[in-house]
């Protein structure tokens, strides 16, 4: 325990010797003793304090924090988002497919880019990445909704749409994504070009969505599948830069091109050794 400079150069109590400052950690704390303010001395008397002091606990430090390592969220949420997002966009260009594909794919889309997508968001919040959090519930509330609607049109319940038709719903939501997406773009440009590379795709593919879903353009709506291709690979890059970090943590295995501000925490004492956010670690 360091004490804080108000204990600098001030009487010790009695029962507390010179040694407690050397080493505190063998040291048997009394059972209470108190601390005055940054002018005041310490008092040897249990549960008294001098000139606005408090007590101190009998074992120190008086607060304590439990730190909860956890994998990074995005590991397995750029996973979920990458695979529905190449099982989406090689539909939309008509790689493969027939007109009852999307009913057979919208379970695992559905299941694993929804709902373990929105699940990685979640687990982001308690991981303090605010950009993670905000990609994945985002991007997995989409895939959940598209899914739900693909079920609909599946079970006769709404009427069916080709994917290349007129359709405002789908355009109106590319809208906002696009516009969110880019915001999170320019912040991970600021971490690395893996992440910055598969949120510019996205965004700029869910543009040519807005276009080509109102415009009714079977054209501008294959190019959004091809710029959502990239996307998928590069979250692919990205999930195997999270995997190999975690196997071989002590060098980069797969570069991910980082920002330089990056590279380096401000302070020199601490570093995140597996590039776990919210976790830091000291040297």
Not at 12 to 30: C, E, F, K, R, V
Not at 68 to 90: D, E, H, Q
Not at 229 to 247: D, F, K, N, Q
Request: aromatic share 16%; with cysteine.
């Amino acid at each position: 325990m360091h004490l804080p400079n108000a204990l600098r150069g001030s009487r010790q109590p009695s029962d507390a010797p010179a040694q407690a400052l050397n080493n505190p950690t063998n040291y048997t704390y009394p059972s209470t003793y108190t601390l005055g303010d940054a002018g005041g001395a310490l008092s040897d008397r249990p549960g008294t304090a001098t000139g606005g002091g408090y007590d101190l606990p009998n074992a120190p430090p008086p607060v304590r924090i439990h730190l909860k390592p956890i994998a990074p969220p995005s590991a397995m949420g750029l996973a979920s988002y990458a695979t529905a997002t190449f099982i989406v966009a090689t539909w939309l260009t008509e790689w493969y497919g027939n007109p009852e594909t999307p009913f057979r794919l919208w379970p695992f889309v559905l299941t694993f880019g929804g709902f373990g997508q929105f699940a990685a968001g979640m687990w982001a919040f308690n991981a303090r990445d605010t950009l993670a959090s905000i990609f994945h519930t985002m991007w997995g509330s989409f895939y959940i909704a598209v899914s739900l609607s693909l079920g609909l049109m599946g079970a006769g319940s709404i009427p069916l749409n080709d994917r290349y038709d007129y359709n405002a719903g789908w355009g109106i939501w590319m809208a906002p994504l696009a516009a969110f997406t880019y915001v999170l773009t320019a912040a991970a440009m600021f971490r690395d070009l893996a992440w910055t590379g598969t949120l510019f795709t996205l965004a700029t593919g869910s543009v040519f969505g807005v276009l080509g879903w109102f415009l009714h353009s079977t054209a501008l709506i294959k190019i959004l599948g091809y710029f959502w291709l990239a996307s998928s690979l590069l979250a692919l890059y990205r999930v195997a830069c999270y995997v190999m970090t975690e196997a071989v943590p002590h060098r980069d295995v797969l570069p991910r091109f980082r920002h330089p501000a990056r590279r380096h925490h401000f302070s020199k004492q601490y570093h995140y050794p597996y590039h776990e956010p919210g976790v830091v670690a000291g040297n």
